[in-house]
C-alpha cells in the first residue's frame, strides 16, 4: 500500500508542477491533493484493512466541502473497494468537489451535488456504477485543456476500476459516471487478491 501510495504521490507531484500557473496555486492545489490522498490512506488506516466502504470514503473525501448540510446528497448501498480503488475515487471525488467549488454547482448558495452509486451482487458481472451530478449552478462548459484533476478522474479511476469513466458537461451542470461490473470491484482484480 505505501509503495501505491508512494507512485500517486510522484505523480501528483510530477503532473502538478507540469501546468504553467503561479507558484502560490501550484503549491494550494499540491498540498490540497497530497492532503487528500492522506486522508483516503488514513481511512484504511483506521480500518485496519486492504479495503474500505465507499460510502466512508465519498464522505471523508466531501469531509472539506461540505459547508452547507444541503450541499451533498449522498446515496448508495455498502460496497467495499480495494486499497488502491479508495485511493483513486478519494482523489477523483477531491477534484470534482474542488471545481465544482471553483466554476460549478458550490460555486454558489443555489448549487448543490448528488453522488450516488448502485451496485450488484459482489463478484458477479452486475453493473457498478457511480454518479457526480451537479445542479443549480452557472452554466457548465468543457474547458480548453484537460488538467491532472480530469486524468485522474477519466484514465485513473477507470483504470483502477477496470471500467469506464465519462465526464460530461451539461449546461445545467457537470455530470460524471463511472462503470464497471461488480467482479472488477473490491481486491485488487488483476491478482485476485486484496488491493
Not at 473497494?81 to 448558495?109: C, H, P, R, V
Request: aromatic share 6%.
Amino acid at each position: 500500500r505505501i509503495k501505491n501510495a508512494l507512485t500517486v504521490i510522484q505523480a501528483i507531484i510530477n503532473q502538478t508542477f507540469q501546468s504553467g500557473r503561479e507558484k502560490d496555486e501550484i503549491l494550494g492545489d499540491l498540498g490540497r491533493r497530497i492532503g487528500a490522498l492522506a486522508d483516503a490512506q488514513t481511512l484504511l488506516t483506521r480500518s485496519g484493512m486492504a479495503e474500505a466502504d465507499i460510502g466512508d470514503v465519498v464522505v471523508h473525501a466531501l469531509a472539506p466541502f461540505r459547508m452547507r448540510k444541503e450541499s451533498f446528497c449522498i446515496e448508495g448501498t455498502p460496497v467495499r473497494l480495494s486499497a488502491k480503488q479508495a485511493l483513486s475515487l478519494a482523489l477523483a471525488i477531491n477534484e470534482l468537489a474542488t471545481n465544482a467549488l471553483k466554476y460549478g454547482a458550490l460555486s454558489g448558495e443555489a448549487g448543490g451535488v448528488t453522488v450516488a452509486w448502485t451496485a450488484g451482487r459482489p463478484g458477479t458481472e452486475d453493473e457498478f456504477s457511480l454518479r457526480w451530478i451537479e445542479h443549480g449552478g452557472p452554466p457548465v462548459s468543457k474547458p480548453s485543456r484537460k488538467g491532472f484533476g480530469s486524468r485522474i478522474i477519466e484514465k485513473a479511476l477507470a483504470q483502477d476500476f477496470m471500467g469506464k469513466a465519462l465526464i460530461a458537461y451539461d449546461p445545467e451542470g457537470l455530470r460524471f459516471e463511472l462503470t464497471t461490473r461488480m467482479t472488477q470491484v473490491g481486491g485488487d482484480p488483476r491478482s485476485g487478491e486484496p488491493g
